[in-house]
C-alpha cells in the first residue's frame, strides 16, 4: 500500500481501504487503528 502501512497494520489498512470504497463506517475497539484507517482515508469509530 502507499499509505507507508505496513506489519500487522496491513490487514487494518485492508478492512479500510475496502470500507472506504464502500462508503462504509468502520467499527473497531482497536486504537492502534486509527492512524492506518485515516492513512487510506476509511470513515471510523473507535468503541470504548
Known amino acids: 500500500m502507499g499509505a507507508g502501512v505496513r506489519g500487522d497494520a496491513l490487514y487494518d ?12 463506517l468502520v467499527l473497531s ?7 492506518t484507517y485515516e492513512a487510506v482515508g476509511a470513515r ?3 468503541l470504548s
Open 13 to 24: 489498512a485492508l478492512v479500510g481501504a475496502t470500507a472506504a470504497e464502500h462508503d462504509a
Open 29 to 35: 475497539a482497536d486504537r492502534r487503528a486509527a492512524p
Open 44 to 46: 471510523f469509530t473507535i
